[in-house]
């Protein structure tokens, strides 16, 4: 079955970078759009990044200009590199899966922002 795991999350002080990751499992990783989206406490899901099957990759708005989202299809991982991080940024990151209309969520990794 489709599994997802995120890893990488920590408590870091305003202005470090993180490393997330998200290890597939279950299905052809390069044939799926993988994204990165967030929840902080008290919110709605918010849309980080994407990393589509095609090559092509977006922001969501609190992404842009400090994120990078990659992908290593031969090891079946989903990076975020996180720059410059701000206390807004506190939430637990989700790695999620799409194909067609079915799409699976991984467990979150929680990354909190704080001095």
């Known amino acids: 079955q489709v599994r997802l795991e995120e890893s990488g999350g920590d408590l870091v002080p305003p202005g470090e970078s993180l490393r997330l990751s998200c290890l597939g499992s279950?299905?052809?990783?390069?044939?799926?759009?993988v994204a990165w989206y967030r929840q902080g406490l008290g919110k709605g899901r918010e849309f980080v990044a994407l990393?589509?099957?095609?090559?092509?990759?977006d922001y969501g708005d609190a992404a842009k200009g400090r994120f990078t989202v990659s992908r290593d299809n031969a090891k079946s991982i989903l990076t975020l590199e996180m720059f410059d991080l701000k206390p807004e940024d506190t939430a637990v990151y989700y790695c999620?899966?799409?194909?067609?209309?079915?799409?699976?969520w991984g467990q979150g990794t929680q990354v909190t922002v704080s001095s």
């Open positions: 999620k899966a799409k194909w067609g209309f079915k799409e699976w």
């Open positions: 279950g299905f052809v990783f390069a044939s799926y759009d």
């Open positions: 990393s589509a099957a095609t090559g092509y990759s």
